[in-house]
């Protein structure tokens, strides 16, 4: 089929298929245990059928959510837009954001 994206992680535990013990190559290629049955082999090539390699994972998505916040931020900040409130309300959240 084709690459792996970062998202497919994330769509193999919302399949409830991790944890099981398989693997997989950047390449689309999958080592998969002896234990595993065959439903759980075509289960984990079904998500891998329905995947799209370049479907941003949620850590991406986050982060680049917080970088458009805080650009939007710094540039309030620099025409003096922005409320000393406001700005210590947006940077707590996107701290917060970040380390979680």
Do not use: C
């Not at 690459?3 to 535990?13: H, L, M």
């Not at 080592?31 to 390699?53: I, L, W």
């Amino acid at each position: 089929m084709g690459n792996i994206g970062p998202s497919f992680g994330e769509e193999i535990a919302a399949a409830g298929l991790a944890g099981f013990p398989f693997s997989w190559g950047g390449d689309g290629t999958f080592e998969f245990a002896p234990a595993m049955t065959q439903a759980q082999r075509d289960a984990v090539r079904a998500v891998y059928a329905a995947h799209d390699p370049t479907r941003e994972s949620t850590r991406q998505r986050d982060e680049r959510t917080a970088k458009d916040r805080l650009l939007a931020l710094a540039a309030r900040l620099e025409d003096g837009s922005a409320t000393a409130a406001e700005t210590k309300e947006a940077l707590a959240k996107l701290i917060w954001r970040m380390v979680r």
